[in-house]
């Protein structure tokens, strides 16, 4: 299979085969908290502490999260796909007993794997999506196994050995 024109369905099953964590990105709009889920994530460098996640220029949030100065990336417990598949639809619909603001008015999950607030550093137009590179100001975990997508369904992480 060749990737282009005709063959997304096939190219994007070839990239299905490749687990990911899922996260969801928050950010404080002009109309409030904002969130969008989103699975293309991954480390960038160690020192300086910076990740990168990529924004669908699809998504009617696109603009707001590519000019969001300050985040939070919420990678989700194993429990969150209905968290998921919200966000992923919708940014908007904060239940109070899911969400908290920190002291810059970010809002943030109270439940994650793990959260990182970031800083952008720095956007790379990216075909149809942007890559948007963050330093991490802090980082934190919680001990609950990680949500994982693969194959267009949702699971859960099951060490070997």
Not at 118 to 143: F, K, S, Y
Request: glycine fraction near 10%.
């Amino acid at each position: 299979m060749t990737p282009g024109a005709g063959n997304g369905r096939a190219y994007r099953d070839v990239l299905g085969r490749y687990p990911t964590g899922v996260t969801i990105v928050t950010c404080q709009g002009p109309d409030g908290p904002s969130a969008i889920t989103a699975n293309s994530f991954a480390s960038v460098s160690l020192d300086p502490p910076l990740v990168l996640w990529c924004p669908a220029k699809a998504s009617r949030r696109y603009d707001l999260f590519c000019a969001a100065q300050d985040y939070a990336i919420h990678i989700l417990a194993e429990d969150q796909a209905a968290l998921s598949r919200q966000y992923a639809r919708a940014g908007h619909g904060f239940p109070p007993e899911l969400w908290e603001t920190d002291t810059n008015g970010l809002p943030r999950l109270t439940r994650f794997a793990a959260r990182l607030t970031c800083r952008r550093v720095a956007l790379h137009e990216a075909g149809d999506h942007a890559i948007v590179v963050g330093e991490v100001l802090m980082a934190e975990t919680q001990p609950v196994k990680p949500l994982v997508f693969a194959q267009g369904g949702y699971g859960h992480y099951a060490p070997h050995g």
